[in-house]
């Protein structure tokens, strides 16, 4: 009988970086303001917990590699919302953390959180699919000068679709929108049975419908298998709340989603600056 008592655990754990081969880790952040406890602070201890906050948003944006969104949320779902984007998972980890410590004990409660990642579709065009279409479509021959010159335009636009997909600049536009989503694996509609061509074709046709809003809506698709219980986050910005409507109907009845999509909830929010998100919200 083994009478070795077990190896000690050690006691002290690497804390090197944790970043992801390509992309960024995101957060998705929803807080509701805890009104009691809030009024029962002094105006000298509210003045120190705005300044805090205030103070920990703007280390958090000058931190490496890092994004920070602030929000006004819209409907009781939640008060405040934050979107975090940073490349290492300790990073991420402290921020969070940090933010809900901000306002003091127990004023910030999170009712909504989701932990996703920034990455690049499978689905997106490659350059022999492009040509092919060239060639289907425009009658554009293999191997001319026209050909070549309409590849070389699609590798640099490609460049900057993945670079946008994996390390975005987000929008400081004002209406923002979140949700999650997966897609069903039901008896009757397996999006995962399906085989690659026809998911491609598929989501050919989902990103047609998206392309007619360009200019009007900006998308940023992260994933989540893995990570949460939903696939994909997909968070969505806009000038006007109409458009957000707009596109997410329209999707609805595109194949990809009305046959194999299936949604959560959904968060809509503000943009705001810190000194007018204090002042929606009561702070």
């Not at 995101?26 to 009104?35: A, G, K, T």
Request: net charge negative; aromatic share 10%; with cysteine.
């Amino acid at each position: 009988m083994d009478t070795h008592p077990n190896p000690p655990i050690p006691n002290s754990l690497s804390l090197d970086p944790v970043i992801p081969r390509e992309g960024l880790h995101v957060i998705h952040l929803f807080c509701h303001i805890e009104q009691a406890q809030w009024s029962i602070l002094t105006d000298e201890e509210k003045l120190e917990a705005k300044t805090n906050l205030s103070q920990l948003v703007q280390e958090i944006r000058s931190s490496e590699s890092t994004q920070l969104l602030t929000f006004s949320m819209v409907t009781p779902k939640a008060d405040v919302g934050f979107m975090l984007l940073t490349d290492d998972l300790h990073k991420a980890n402290r921020f969070e953390k940090q933010l809900l410590r901000a306002l003091g004990p127990d004023v910030l409660t999170p009712t909504y959180s989701y932990f996703s990642m920034t990455e690049l579709s499978e689905y997106t065009t490659t350059e022999e699919h492009y040509a092919a279409d060239l060639t289907e479509n425009e009658g554009i021959a293999s191997g001319t000068p026209e050909m070549e010159e309409k590849l070389t335009e699609f590798r640099r636009r490609m460049k900057k679709y993945n670079q946008d997909r994996l390390y975005p600049n987000m929008p400081d536009w004002s209406v923002f929108c979140f949700y999650p989503m997966s897609k069903k694996r039901g008896d009757g509609n397996n999006w995962f049975a399906l085989d690659f061509e026809t998911r491609r074709k598929l989501m050919g046709g989902h990103a047609k419908v998206g392309r007619t809003y360009a200019g009007r809506v900006r998308q940023l698709i992260t994933g989540s298998s893995g990570l949460e219980e939903w696939e994909w986050g997909v968070t969505l910005f806009s000038h006007n709340t109409q458009d957000i409507k707009e596109i997410v109907y329209e999707m609805r009845y595109d194949p990809a989603s009305a046959l194999y999509g299936e949604f959560g909830d959904f968060y809509i929010g503000l943009q705001l600056p810190l000194d007018e998100l204090f002042r929606r919200v009561g702070l």
